[in-house]
């Protein structure tokens, strides 16, 4: 930190070319910091650069983990097994980075998900009284969180990032706009479709639950995804998992409706289960991303003291559209 108090130290960012990874690269070094990057290709150090990576973290003040294939694609055998690897492989390296280091960092923030909480769309789900859920994107969550929290770093203090359907210049939020621009940006509705033996098995089959349009949605700007990890390191009280959410939820009908406010196009066609997963299917993606009820609240982050830059949906969504144009 430097005489006010602004943090200043190394950063190590591992997973530096998505969405996110190249948000905070620009924030960090538009402050000063010094930013290493680590990812496949693109990057200072690559993952099978263990001796790199050490020397990287020996002094570091902050380690961010973002590491991992993206879930947007079909849950093939193959796709599964490298989500789950990209995930729990890159963490690893980093804890072993961190075990080794003669000065080891204060703080090591990794990417989790607010997916480990289950099908909720009757009560919101804390740090504290939230339940796990079950299947695939579960399992896979609760991996990456054992691999973070594993052995002993007793000066590197550790926070799973539970982070929601982060929105900003790109991302989902790009997909869902060309959507309602085309007259498509309707109500995404569940209902019922046949399940396989297999997909049943493999823990990747959604259930129908939540009827007309109500699951719900649960998001952060990438503006709070970088303010959340700043008040981090200046909050040495909170560790363990953290929700990454903004407080004021919404639901798929309202986030719909919000965004064809914002592209100002009044009518969107909506779209059955049968249609989503035929659309699924041709754009090689999962259903669950958009039916699956996620209500999730940042409890710990409230009751720290954090204020949201974009706690309210519809500005979150202008903020993110004007930012593009």
Same mark, same amino acid.
């Given at each position: 930190m430097d005489r006010e108090g602004v943090a200043c130290g190394r950063v190590v960012l591992g997973g530096s070319t998505g969405f996110i990874g190249q948000d905070l690269q620009r924030r960090w070094r538009a402050e000063g910091r010094e930013v290493v990057t680590i990812s496949r290709r693109g990057a200072d150090l690559t993952?099978?650069?263990?001796? &790199?990576? *050490?020397?990287?973290? *020996?002094? /570091?003040?902050?380690i961010v983990g973002l590491a991992g294939k993206s879930v947007n694609c079909r849950y093939t055998p193959a796709n599964r097994a490298e989500i789950l690897r990209s995930r729990v492989e890159t963490t690893a390296v980093l804890r072993t980075a961190i075990g080794r280091a003669a000065a080891p960092p204060r703080l090591w923030v990794n990417s989790s998900t607010a997916t480990i909480y289950r099908h909720a769309d009757d009560r919101p789900q804390t740090e504290s009284g939230g339940e796990p859920g079950t299947g695939f994107s579960v399992e896979v969550a609760r991996a990456w969180e054992r691999e973070l929290f594993a052995g002993e770093l007793p000066r590197t203090r550790r926070v799973a990032l539970r982070t929601a359907i982060v929105l900003g210049d790109g991302g989902v939020l790009a997909t869902l706009r060309t959507l309602a621009r085309c007259g498509l940006g309707g109500t995404q509705h569940d209902g019922r479709w046949p399940i396989t033996r297999a997909r049943r098995a493999a823990g990747t089959a959604h259930e129908f639950r939540t009827r007309g349009g109500r699951q719900r949605f649960s998001w952060v700007h990438l503006d709070d995804v970088a303010g959340i990890i700043a008040f981090l390191e200046h909050h040495p009280g909170l560790d363990g998992p953290v929700n990454a959410v903004a407080p004021e939820g919404? *639901?798929?009908?309202?986030?719909? /409706? =919000?965004?064809?406010?914002?592209?100002?196009?009044? @009518? &969107? #066609?909506?779209? /059955?289960?049968?249609?989503?997963?035929?659309? /699924?299917?041709?754009?090689?993606?999962? =259903? %669950? #991303?958009?039916?699956?009820?996620?209500?999730?609240?940042? %409890?710990? #982050?409230?009751?720290? &003291?954090?204020? @949201?830059?974009?706690?309210?949906?519809? %500005?979150?969504? %202008?903020?993110? @559209?004007?930012?593009?144009?």
């Open positions: 993952w099978d650069d263990q001796q &790199g990576i *050490d020397a990287a973290v *020996d002094g /570091a003040d902050l919404s *639901d798929n009908r309202t986030l719909m /409706a =919000t965004i064809r406010h914002a592209v100002g196009v009044p @009518f &969107g #066609l909506p779209a /059955a289960r049968w249609m989503l997963e035929l659309g /699924a299917i041709a754009l090689r993606t999962e =259903t %669950e #991303l958009i039916l699956k009820s996620r209500w999730v609240v940042p %409890e710990k #982050l409230l009751d720290a &003291g954090y204020v @949201f830059r974009h706690p309210a949906l519809p %500005e979150a969504v %202008e903020t993110s @559209f004007s930012a593009s144009s």
